[in-house]
């Protein structure tokens, strides 16, 4: 799936984010980088369920009928539901990480407990949801099943893109250190420094095996535009493992950065991670 379509796709899920949503005509403003940006930054920093995230934030556009809207609405709300434990977790762990920014120490293996934590609220979230995604299979025709299946798949593909870096310590564009260098506006030498801890540190971490991952999204997308559907008969086995994945990159990162950010920074960062911890999840409608 090319970028360019991964993004449209993505952007029609309307993520609730603030973000316009795309009109049910199908078109999408490709060239709204805010909107983009806002995406990745919400795939960088919110692991609230792995695939389950996926299919919740594919929904918002779907329902052009009034009549139908009501019950897309209704199973959106269980899907989100069963992601609540998830969620919680997801919000402490990162309310943990601007504490330990602003008092300039992040120590990651205090954070390991939080992250088994979720790994396990994120498994579940899947199983909890089984009831609902076969209630939305049955609602749905096969093209917006179609559609919901590319929504998903799309999401994946961007959160793997804001989740693995290109390159270790890397400072390509759109990548989570250029994306810091805006965000606290860095210096060329503070990114010069910490791009090469970044390459240590990750190249010391635990590598983590996507493909297994993109199975089980992929296996769920194309299970799910079939005439008959099971969600239970979808593994769940990496969907605790994807969030955990997202979490403890997100850990390691911010363990490093921090000694190189200068007081002013840490405290700007610090706010914007809590503004990403006390986000609201919120329903939206279709225009």
């Not at 919740?56 to 139908?68: H, I, N, R, Y």
């Not at 300039?104 to 995604?133: F, Q």
């Not at 969907?239 to 997100?250: F, I, T």
Request: net charge negative; charged share 25%; aromatic share 4%.
């Amino acid at each position: 799936m090319k970028l360019k379509r991964i993004v449209e796709l993505a952007v029609l899920a309307g993520v609730g984010l603030g973000c316009a949503h795309a009109s049910h005509s199908g078109t999408s403003d490709l060239d709204d980088e805010e909107t983009t940006s806002e995406l990745r930054a919400h795939h960088r920093h919110h692991h609230r369920g792995g695939v389950n995230q996926f299919i919740a934030m594919s929904l918002d556009t779907l329902g052009e009928d009034d009549a139908q809207r009501p019950a897309i609405e209704k199973i959106h709300a269980e899907l989100d539901a069963c992601m609540v434990p998830t969620r919680d977790v997801a919000k402490q762990l990162t309310l943990t990480y601007a504490d330990g920014i602003a008092t300039g120490a992040i120590e990651n293996a205090t954070l390991e407990g939080v992250i088994v934590e979720l790994n396990s609220t994120s498994a579940k979230a899947y199983e909890c949801s089984t009831d609902a995604l076969n209630q939305l299979h049955g609602l749905l025709t096969p093209a917006e099943r179609e559609v919901v299946a590319d929504k998903v798949q799309a999401h994946w593909e961007i959160w793997l893109q804001v989740n693995a870096d290109a390159e270790k310590g890397g400072q390509e564009k759109g990548g989570r250190l250029a994306a810091l260098a805006e965000d606290v506006d860095l210096s060329a030498e503070q990114l010069d420094q910490m791009s090469k801890a970044l390459t240590v540190a990750f190249g010391r971490a635990h590598t983590w095996e996507s493909k297994k991952a993109q199975a089980h999204v992929l296996a769920f997308a194309a299970a799910f535009v079939f005439e008959k559907f099971d969600a239970r008969t979808v593994a769940p086995d990496e969907n605790g493992r994807l969030s955990a994945h997202g979490a403890r990159r997100m850990a390691l990162f911010y363990e490093t950065i921090t000694p190189f950010l200068k007081a002013e920074q840490r405290s700007e960062l610090a706010e914007q991670l809590r503004e990403h911890a006390n986000h609201p999840h919120i329903i939206t409608s279709a225009n």
